[in-house]
């Protein structure tokens, strides 16, 4: 699943366009990692986004 448990950010879509500019759709998916994080003062596996653990918006166990 690409969606951060703190932020939400998900995935993305739009359309690639190629030099030729011939059309396809594209799906563009957050950086997540799988982390064990302090939530209430307990360790827990949480999807955070890499975004959010540079900025210290999380703790870790």
Do not use: Y
């Not at 951060?4 to 998916?29: E, T």
């Amino acid at each position: 699943m690409a969606k951060c448990d703190i932020c939400s950010k998900g995935v993305s879509f739009g359309i690639k366009v190629s030099h030729s500019h011939r059309r396809s759709n594209a799906m563009w998916k957050p950086n997540v990692k799988k982390v064990r994080v302090l939530v209430n003062g307990a360790a827990k596996n949480v999807n955070v986004c890499t975004r959010c653990l540079r900025s210290n918006l999380v703790e870790r166990a």
